[in-house]
């Protein structure tokens, strides 16, 4: 069982910044990735960032060069620092994990995991 807890969001203004965190908890697990998503009114979810168990990192093209992934492997901790912030950044951010999840009898399984999302509003 993997859980988590996304904390962060509110309001901001344009230009403003604002660090996101996706706290993962549970039983024995491995994680592979962290990323983060969000998903405006009318719109697809979207990918914003995404970084590996490697430290290897990817950006939409949207939010390159303003938003930065990061992690505290010892916490199980994922951050979107989110700088010069724009209207069109206003979204609910949902972070997302992949990992291994080991069980009794030397058994694992591959797990997706959602947070319950937060809310960015960006006031122009």
């Known amino acids: 069982q993997v859980q988590l807890v996304e904390s962060g969001g509110g309001l901001v203004q344009a230009g403003g910044s604002v660090r996101l965190s996706c706290a993962a908890s549970?039983?024995?697990?491995?994680?592979?990735?962290m990323a983060w998503y969000r998903q405006a009114p009318g719109k697809q979810r979207e990918l914003v960032a995404r970084i590996t168990s490697g430290g290897t990192t990817g950006y939409a093209d949207s939010v390159k060069g303003r938003f930065t992934i990061s992690r505290d492997n010892a916490r199980n901790t994922v951050y979107l620092q989110m700088n010069s912030l724009k209207p069109e950044d206003t979204a609910g951010y949902y972070c997302?994990?992949?990992?291994?999840?080991?069980?009794?009898?030397?058994?694992?399984?591959?797990?997706?995991?959602w947070g319950q999302g937060t809310l960015v509003t960006v006031s122009s």
């Open positions: 997302n994990v992949q990992a291994v999840e080991f069980i009794t009898g030397r058994a694992k399984r591959n797990l997706e995991v």
């Open positions: 549970g039983s024995d697990f491995s994680i592979n990735s």
